[in-house]
């Protein structure tokens, strides 16, 4: 007998048989494998006792039984493999009854609902509901069940923490013997940041749609809007226009600068724009984009400003500075449903080494202080170290894009600032926006002289400009000062100008996209092969990003971005013509 046991099983059985022997136990039971006849193994189950013992107490007689157990024991290996699998499978597996009642839950349901075992078992799935689907979604859902079909879904559930999060989810219903329906199983899996990552990516599908649609305006709109300031800027010039005409003009020119920044916050919010920094007075920005922020936030807002007497310079594009505070005010309206008061300040800061130890981003030197405060619900201490991450949102689904504050950190480093938050639940937030201050004496260089005091001149000027008012204007502009001025409206007409004028020509003024084979890059490379020494300024609606990586862009030098103004136009035009042939040659 014990020669037919496998050798992994038999001294288990053979200590069973001899404890019972022994008189250790009055019967023993044991499950061994044992080969049979040909040569197979077959799960055995061995009950014996004693039946007899002599006067002595020693066994001389044992009888038992073999059951064979071999498919309940598979059995057995089998609904313990899938008990296993249940409860290691990432998918979330919920098992009610007939009626609803959970009975049964494996452990990643407790991890993706944040309820124990303990508490779900015995409760109705209705305690994840969230209220992002209404009563007819699961009505459908329990008709089909009822009917004892496999439903299949999707869930906006709530977490034991009030957290939202989404599951696909399968039910299935089980039956019993007579076909009755004892059992539902639910398999349901997390995809949360699915979806997420999904919204984020159609998110970027419609910024670049919007970019493409936002670049392809801004290039005949801002040519409309440089004829307007430059004319503007002309008629300022006018020896009989009386000072109140003189301001009228000038009101013109900020409108149409107002404009251009409006078109450059749509490049800059769709990715489509660089940069373009100069030298600001932070106070003034701010009061000409106030009208608009007040239009932005509705009646319900009022915008009180507490600006510093102290002039306040700062290296900066007006169009990211403008974006800075649309963002930080859309942010502070939407923390205060009902309406309030929001409140926009700027001042001096100056930092020590001490004061900017106590800040991870701050430095020592003088910097100027833009802070935007709101009387809105604040921000809880555990979402606050995430609210400037790309996507992220609180809100509701629909009412944010998770961009706002992101795109504000980002526009802040770009410029070397740092931003401090100072948020308390139920007692409003205040944002402040520390940025690099200028000197007093430093505001000269970008703030343009009256076109009177510019000096002309008497050089030749190749001007090629599709836009014909545009380019009707500068010629009126240059002229005005003096020079000579040859039009083009293509790249192609420019090089047939060129070869009839190039003894003459000094400087290239040319939009970087033009109409024809040749655009304004191309036409410069070709120009400076047959004279080096010529001096050349682009142009352009749109941002240099469009000229490539490689090409250098220097406001103010050789890169005018339009609209621009009058005297801005002039002193370029001066500077590159006085400026040595050597300082051009890594151009």
Same mark, same amino acid.
Not at 24 to 37: L, S
Not at 69 to 83: D, P, S, V, Y
Not at 200 to 210: D, H, I, T
Not at 512 to 538: C, E, F, S, T, W
């Given at each position: ?12 059985? $053979? ?8 008189? %250790? ?18 799960? /055995? ?15 001389? !007689? ?19 493999? #899938? ?7 990432? &998918? ?10 959970? #009975? ?16 779900? $078992?015995?409760?109705?799935? %209705? ?20 009917? =004892? ?43 949360? %940041? ?26 005949? @709109? ?28 000038? &009101? ?24 373009? +920094? ?33 002039? #306040? ?7 990211? /500075? ?47 202080? $833009? ?20 996507? @992220? ?9 998770? #961009? ?32 690099? *201050? ?15 005091? /510019?000096?002309? =001149? ?11 008012? +545009? *380019? ?33 020509? !000094? ?26 020494? $010529? ?53």
């Amino acid at each position: 007998w014990a020669g037919l046991i496998h050798p992994d099983d038999r001294e288990r059985a $053979l200590k069973a048989n001899r404890d019972c022997i022994q008189g %250790r136990c009055e019967r023993f039971e044991v499950r061994f494998r044992m080969k049979t006849k040909d040569g197979s193994w077959r799960w /055995i189950l061995g009950r014996g006792k004693c039946i007899a013992r002599d006067e002595l107490g020693q066994a001389f !007689r044992l009888v038992g039984t073999h059951v064979d157990i071999t498919e309940g024991k598979q059995t057995e290996e089998t609904n313990a493999q #899938l008990a296993l699998a249940v409860e290691q499978a990432a &998918e979330t597996i919920v098992i009610t009854d007939a009626d609803g009642i959970i #009975l049964y839950v494996n452990p990643a349901f407790e991890k993706t609902s944040g309820y124990s075992r303990a508490e779900a $078992l015995g409760q109705n799935p %209705r305690i994840f509901k969230s209220g992002k689907q209404d009563a007819e979604f699961y009505h459908r859902m329990w008709s089909v069940l009822k009917f =004892g079909e496999v439903w299949s879904g999707h869930f906006i559930n709530q977490r034991k923490n009030g957290q939202f999060y989404e599951e696909e989810a399968t039910i299935s219903p089980v039956r019993d013997a007579h076909g009755t329906i004892v059992n539902y199983v639910a398999v349901k899996r997390d995809v949360t %940041r699915e979806v997420q990552l999904e919204s984020q990516f159609r998110q970027s599908q419609k910024m670049e749609a919007f970019g493409q649609l936002a670049g392809g305006v801004a290039h005949d @709109f801002n040519n409309i809007l440089a004829v307007i300031q430059m004319q503007a800027g002309l008629l300022k010039l006018e020896p009989k226009l009386t000072l109140e005409q003189i301001d009228f003009a000038g &009101e013109i020119e900020k409108s149409a600068q107002r404009g251009a920044n409006l078109t450059r916050q749509l490049l800059l919010f769709s990715r489509k724009q660089t940069m373009q +920094l100069q030298n600001l007075k932070l106070n003034e920005t701010l009061e000409n984009i106030a009208k608009m922020l007040q239009r932005t936030l509705g009646e319900q807002f009022r915008l009180h400003f507490k600006l510093s007497e102290e002039p #306040l310079v700062i290296h900066a594009d007006a169009g990211m /500075i403008d974006q800075i505070l649309l963002n930080l005010a859309v942010n502070a309206r939407d923390a205060m449903p009902a309406g309030g008061q929001i409140r926009i300040e700027t001042s001096a800061a100056e930092f020590d080494e001490i004061m900017a130890s106590q800040t991870v981003e701050a430095r020592p030197g003088s910097f100027v202080c $833009l802070s935007v405060t709101d009387g809105g619900c604040g921000i809880p201490p555990e979402i606050l170290p995430r609210i400037f991450e790309p996507f @992220f949102t609180t809100k509701e689904v629909g009412k944010g894009t998770g #961009l706002g504050l992101a795109t504000v950190f980002g526009i802040v480093h770009q410029h070397k600032g740092w931003i401090n938050v100072d948020s308390k639940v139920g007692a409003g937030t205040t944002f402040r926006i520390y940025l690099p *201050r200028l000197s007093e004496t430093s505001d000269t260089k970008f703030f343009w002289p009256s076109l009177a005091s /510019i000096r002309g =001149g008497d050089e030749t000027i190749l001007v090629a400009e599709d836009d014909a008012a +545009l *380019r009707a204007t500068v010629r009126t502009t240059l002229s005005h000062l003096g020079y000579c001025v040859l039009e083009a409206a293509s790249g192609d007409e420019a090089e047939g100008v060129w070869q009839q004028h190039h003894d003459q020509i !000094r400087l290239l003024l040319t939009d970087l996209v033009m109409p024809g084979q040749i655009n304004g890059l191309q036409l410069a490379h070709r120009l400076l092969q047959q004279d080096p020494k $010529l001096k050349v300024i682009y142009v352009s609606g749109y941002s240099t990003e469009i000229a490539g990586e490689d090409f250098l862009q220097k406001a103010g030098v050789n890169f005018l971005a339009k609209p621009f103004q009058l005297q801005k136009l002039a002193q370029t035009i001066r500077d590159n013509l006085d400026k040595p042939a050597k300082e051009m040659e890594n151009r």
